[in-house]
């Protein structure tokens, strides 16, 4: 059993959850995942961790209300206890000083790429951060980031902030500002990440994308998160989760996201009639 | 195929005590052997194959106390007793036995006990028929073999249900802490043997549930959670600490625990990693590794789903590729989860197939079809990424190749598709690399597995030692229950020096 220490709303469908694990807190580093299971009859859920306080033996992460899981997730209350937190899995983010590092996130991906744009900064890397919301009212932790970038910029499809279009148009537009980019690293919805690496393509700037395939176990042994990254099929679990952006088989990972699309609705479905009668 | 067993000096010592003891003689005389030989071998209730191809509850009843005594009179008690060479931890087949016969169930369990630790395990998934009771007299004598393994299993079930779970004496504590990393069979004898020797021991186990393959592999079918959880609280009993959801190497490295006072390590960390058939396609919608399968279905309860939260798919053309016990498993969970057509697809023929002959023939009975000599070169997939068919080639026999099993050679020209919506890939597993790539001085072989003393099961680490599938790559129980004893006494040597 692990004791979640706070449990709160960010924004909406999207939260915070805190648990105590002394062992996973002083562990885990920067690109790493947890993996949780809400209560006993739960799925085994990936989150990447997104902050953690050694001294207090806590370890945060960000997650957005999805399925039955993280639905039920977002419904325990600080002080409750949930029967499974294991980690830190995954190989840690490489980071070093390369230069000037992009860091692009979005959804849940702002709250998990803040320890690793802390970290580029702490590496003596300028930090450019670029968030992606759907609208103004979307945007978490921007002070937090703010704090560990040198240069800041949200898109927003409201046009409340720097501009309205869809990330990949603002990080071409970033790097036709005439910036030498050394590295790209992107957190977020597939989708985000397929965009990003896209846009870097051409360019030839390395883009590292932290995938989220479908995951069982977490530790290597069911291969429920394989992906083909130039002609190898990787765990992304234990391989990853941070892969080369231009060699990730896109497609393929956008159909295998999918697998479940059908049993997502109905276990929602059928848990939300038990719960809200 | 049968690898003989050898016995030490003290073995063979306490055999022949057993064998003269006056109780057995007198055994021995009650019933001519004559008359033991016209018994049959008394078969093991099951539930109906129509009826048990749609639940998950188990499939063998196990013999009633009538039945497991009359079985035990077909055991002639020899002198030189063959069974016990055929077993690969030694165990004093006809003490166990006999005292079945005689009635006496606490010496019986007591006997076997001394031997095999997880005997409820043993009795139901050994391949017996490979071992012990293939070099059974009786079946030399009238080709069947006594029911060594339902034997085991009676026995053993009966002093979980009606009888007293003996809990040892425990010795003063050594205040020796001992780290075993893996709770499948391997890391849960070790830690029973090391527990029962007085030394504090932790089990540091990955995933949220205690046993291994036993809860996340073998099904609820054959190998019912409950047997299991017995057994882990057992351990408890003896003070062993459980610790879930901790991977070593993540969690904490070797080093990490050795400065929290652990001083001797076991590692049986098993063979987690399925080996994928390496096609085009199979990255596909609707294909599973036997793993994700089985861990999706009965660790995850998905045969439960909704109620459970995590989904499976329900093929209703099921394939499996392989031949073993997994593959198996794999068939008959898709048919009790509704495949109208649940398929093993072997590239060898019958014979070589590794599974034990017992699930076989239960598969068989539950109306799965077999495939021999088919070998698949790639997966179809819709327009949505699902997979809808694979081609699959015809295979012949040739000569034999390194495991003695004749070599499959494709036939040409011998193409043709199969229409599925599930697949499953059984083709084996390797051993799980985390901890070998956390721990650059372990020595490991060319297949990943970390290599030992046979003698004793230290690795080139000191104070670490290996057994169960991370040492062989996928085995057995027994093989693996074997290593950790042997394991668990060197590393007790280990820790009084
Ligand atoms: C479906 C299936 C059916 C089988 N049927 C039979 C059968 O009928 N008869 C038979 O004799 N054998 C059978 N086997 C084989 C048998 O189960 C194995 O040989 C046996 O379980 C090996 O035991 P083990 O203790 O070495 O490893 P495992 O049972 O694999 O246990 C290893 C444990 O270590 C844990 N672990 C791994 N890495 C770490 C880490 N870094 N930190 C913490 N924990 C870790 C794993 O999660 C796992 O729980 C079958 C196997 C499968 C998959
Ligand atoms: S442990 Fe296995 S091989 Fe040994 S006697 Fe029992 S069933 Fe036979």
């Given at each position: 059993?692990?004791?979640?220490?706070?449990?709160?709303?960010?924004?909406?469908?999207?939260?915070?959850?805190?648990?105590?694990?002394?062992?996973?807190?002083?562990?885990?580093?920067?690109?790493?995942?947890?993996?949780?299971?809400?209560?006993?009859?739960?799925?085994?859920?990936?989150?990447?961790?997104?902050?953690?306080?050694?001294?207090?033996?806590?370890?945060?992460?960000?997650?957005?209300?999805?399925?039955?899981?993280?639905?039920?997730?977002?419904?325990?209350?600080?002080?409750?206890?949930?029967?499974?937190?294991?980690?830190?899995?995954?190989?840690?983010?490489?980071?070093?000083?390369?230069?000037?590092?992009?860091?692009?996130?979005?959804?849940?991906?702002?709250?998990?790429?803040?320890?690793?744009?802390?970290?580029?900064?702490?590496?003596?890397?300028?930090?450019?951060?670029?968030?992606?919301?759907?609208?103004?009212?979307?945007?978490?932790?921007?002070?937090?980031?703010?704090?560990?970038?040198?240069?800041?910029?949200?898109?927003?499809?409201?046009?409340?902030?720097?501009?309205?279009?869809?990330?990949?148009?603002?990080?071409?537009?970033?790097?036709?500002?005439?910036?030498?980019?050394?590295?790209?690293?992107?957190?977020?919805?597939?989708?985000?990440?397929?965009?990003?690496?896209?846009?870097?393509?051409?360019?030839?700037?390395?883009?590292?994308?932290?995938?989220?395939?479908?995951?069982?176990?977490?530790?290597?042994?069911?291969?429920?998160?394989?992906?083909?990254?130039?002609?190898?099929?990787?765990?992304?679990?234990?391989?990853g989760p941070d892969f080369d952006g231009h060699l990730v088989k896109w497609e393929e990972l956008f159909?295998?996201?999918?697998?479940?699309?059908?049993?997502?609705?109905?276990?929602?479905?059928?848990?939300?009639?038990?719960?809200?009668? | 195929?049968?690898?003989?067993?050898?016995?030490?000096?003290?073995?063979?010592?306490?055999?022949?005590?057993?064998?003269?003891?006056?109780?057995?003689?007198?055994?021995?005389?009650?019933?001519?052997?004559?008359?033991?030989?016209?018994?049959?071998?008394?078969?093991?209730?099951?539930?109906?194959?129509?009826?048990?191809?749609?639940?998950?509850?188990?499939?063998?009843?196990?013999?009633?106390?009538?039945?497991?005594?009359?079985?035990?009179?077909?055991?002639?008690?020899?002198?030189?007793?063959?069974?016990?060479?055929?077993?690969?931890?030694?165990?004093?087949?006809?003490?166990?036995?006999?005292?079945?016969?005689r009635g006496d169930f606490g010496a019986s369990i007591r006997s076997l006990k001394s031997a095999n630790?997880?005997?409820?395990?043993?009795?139901?998934?050994?391949?017996?028929?490979?071992q012990c009771e293939a070099v059974c007299t009786v079946k030399k004598a009238t080709g069947v073999s006594?029911?060594?393994?339902?034997?085991?299993?009676?026995?053993?079930?009966?002093?979980?249900?009606?009888?007293?779970?003996?809990?040892?004496?425990?010795?003063?504590?050594?205040?020796?802490?001992?780290?075993?990393?893996?709770?499948?069979?391997?890391?849960?004898?070790?830690?029973?043997?090391?527990?029962?020797?007085?030394?504090?021991?932790?089990?540091?186990?990955?995933?949220?549930?205690?046993?291994?393959?036993?809860?996340?592999?073998?099904?609820?079918?054959?190998?019912?959670?409950?047997?299991?959880?017995?057994?882990?609280?057992?351990?408890?009993?003896?003070?062993?600490?459980?610790?879930?959801?901790?991977?070593?190497?993540?969690?904490?490295?070797?080093?990490?625990?050795?400065?929290?006072?652990?001083?001797?390590?076991?590692?049986?960390?098993?063979?987690?990693?399925?080996?994928?058939?390496?096609?085009?396609?199979?990255?596909?919608?609707?294909?599973?590794?036997?793993?994700?399968?089985?861990?999706?279905?009965?660790?995850?309860?998905?045969?439960?789903?909704?109620?459970?939260?995590?989904?499976?798919?329900?093929?209703?053309?099921?394939?499996?590729?392989?031949?073993?016990?997994?593959?198996?498993?794999?068939?008959?969970?898709?048919?009790?989860?509704?495949?109208?057509?649940?398929?093993?697809?072997?590239?060898?023929?019958?014979?070589?197939?590794?599974?034990?002959?017992?699930?076989?023939?239960?598969?068989?009975?539950?109306?799965?079809?077999?495939?021999?000599?088919?070998?698949?070169?790639?997966?179809?997939?819709?327009?949505?990424?699902?997979?809808?068919?694979?081609?699959?080639?015809?295979?012949?026999?040739?000569?034999?190749?390194?495991?003695?099993?004749?070599?499959?050679?494709?036939?040409?020209?011998?193409?043709?598709?199969?229409?599925?919506?599930?697949?499953?890939?059984?083709?084996?597993?390797?051993?799980?690399?985390?901890?070998?790539?956390?721990?650059?001085?372990?020595?490991?072989?060319?297949?990943?597995?970390?290599?030992?003393?046979?003698?004793?099961?230290?690795?080139?680490?000191?104070?670490?030692?290996?057994?169960?599938?991370?040492?062989?790559?996928?085995?057995?129980?027994?093989?693996?229950?074997?290593?950790?004893?042997?394991?668990?006494?060197?590393?007790?040597?280990?820790?009084?020096?």
């Amino acid at each position: 059993m692990a004791k979640i220490i706070r449990r709160e709303k960010l924004v909406p469908n999207i939260h915070l959850i805190e648990i105590e694990s002394p062992e996973v807190a002083v562990k885990c580093r920067p690109g790493q995942f947890v993996i949780l299971m809400p209560d006993e009859k739960g799925e085994r859920i990936p989150l990447t961790v997104a902050d953690w306080d050694r001294e207090k033996g806590t370890v945060t992460a960000v997650f957005m209300v999805v399925g039955t899981s993280t639905h039920k997730l977002s419904l325990l209350e600080s002080g409750s206890e949930i029967p499974v937190f294991v980690g830190p899995l995954g190989k840690a983010s490489t980071i070093e000083k390369f230069g000037t590092v992009l860091c692009a996130g979005g959804c849940f991906g702002i709250g998990a790429i803040y320890p690793i744009a802390r970290a580029m900064k702490e590496a003596g890397n300028k930090v450019i951060t670029l968030l992606d919301v759907k609208a103004n009212y979307l945007l978490y932790w921007e002070d937090r980031l703010r704090a560990v970038s040198d240069e800041f910029f949200v898109s927003s499809r409201d046009n409340y902030y720097d501009c309205k279009d869809y990330i990949p148009k603002v990080l071409k537009q970033v790097l036709k500002d005439g910036r030498k980019i050394d590295r790209v690293v992107s957190i977020g919805c597939t989708y985000l990440l397929y965009t990003c690496a896209e846009a870097t393509r051409p360019l030839g700037i390395k883009t590292i994308v932290s995938l989220n395939p479908v995951m069982v176990d977490g530790t290597g042994m069911c291969g429920a998160c394989r992906v083909t990254i130039g002609d190898k099929t990787k765990f992304a679990c234990v391989d990853g989760p941070d892969f080369d952006g231009h060699l990730v088989k896109w497609e393929e990972l956008f159909s295998r996201r999918k697998s479940y699309f059908h049993d997502e609705i109905r276990s929602l479905c059928y848990w939300e009639n038990k719960v809200f009668p | 195929m049968t690898e003989k067993n050898k016995l030490s000096p003290e073995v063979k010592e306490k055999l022949k005590a057993e064998y003269n003891k006056e109780w057995r003689k007198e055994l021995r005389s009650a019933i001519p052997v004559k008359e033991r030989m016209k018994i049959s071998r008394q078969k093991m209730p099951e539930r109906n194959p129509e009826e048990r191809n749609t639940d998950f509850y188990e499939v063998n009843q196990g013999l009633d106390e009538k039945t497991a005594r009359l079985e035990a009179q077909r055991c002639l008690d020899c002198a030189n007793p063959q069974c016990v060479l055929g077993c690969p931890v030694g165990i004093d087949i006809p003490s166990f036995v006999k005292n079945i016969e005689r009635g006496d169930f606490g010496a019986s369990i007591r006997s076997l006990k001394s031997a095999n630790s997880l005997p409820a395990i043993c009795g139901r998934v050994c391949p017996q028929e490979t071992q012990c009771e293939a070099v059974c007299t009786v079946k030399k004598a009238t080709g069947v073999s006594v029911a060594i393994g339902n034997l085991e299993r009676f026995i053993a079930d009966y002093e979980q249900t009606k009888g007293k779970v003996h809990i040892p004496k425990i010795p003063p504590s050594t205040g020796k802490k001992v780290a075993v990393i893996g709770a499948g069979p391997a890391g849960l004898t070790v830690a029973g043997e090391l527990a029962k020797k007085g030394h504090q021991v932790t089990v540091f186990e990955a995933l949220h549930v205690a046993g291994g393959v036993l809860v996340y592999g073998i099904p609820e079918f054959r190998l019912p959670k409950r047997i299991l959880k017995a057994e882990v609280e057992y351990l408890q009993k003896l003070g062993v600490e459980v610790r879930l959801n901790f991977v070593v190497g993540l969690t904490a490295t070797l080093e990490d625990l050795k400065k929290d006072g652990y001083e001797c390590f076991f590692i049986g960390t098993g063979a987690g990693l399925p080996n994928f058939l390496r096609i085009p396609g199979e990255n596909l919608i609707g294909i599973y590794s036997a793993n994700e399968y089985l861990t999706r279905v009965n660790l995850m309860r998905a045969f439960d789903f909704p109620e459970y939260d995590t989904p499976v798919f329900l093929g209703k053309r099921a394939v499996v590729f392989g031949g073993g016990n997994v593959a198996m498993d794999s068939v008959r969970t898709a048919k009790r989860l509704g495949a109208d057509m649940a398929a093993i697809l072997y590239r060898r023929s019958r014979t070589e197939m590794p599974a034990r002959v017992e699930e076989v023939h239960h598969a068989e009975e539950e109306g799965i079809e077999f495939h021999f000599l088919t070998n698949p070169i790639r997966f179809i997939g819709d327009d949505q990424g699902k997979v809808k068919a694979v081609e699959c080639l015809k295979m012949e026999l040739g000569e034999p190749d390194s495991s003695g099993r004749r070599r499959p050679i494709p036939i040409e020209g011998s193409e043709f598709i199969v229409d599925i919506d599930l697949a499953v890939v059984a083709i084996g597993n390797s051993p799980n690399p985390l901890i070998p790539q956390t721990n650059p001085d372990l020595k490991v072989g060319k297949w990943g597995n970390v290599e030992v003393d046979w003698n004793t099961m230290a690795t080139s680490m000191k104070g670490v030692y290996a057994g169960g599938d991370i040492i062989r790559g996928g085995a057995t129980v027994i093989l693996a229950m074997g290593d950790a004893r042997v394991a668990a006494a060197e590393m007790d040597r280990y820790l009084r020096k």
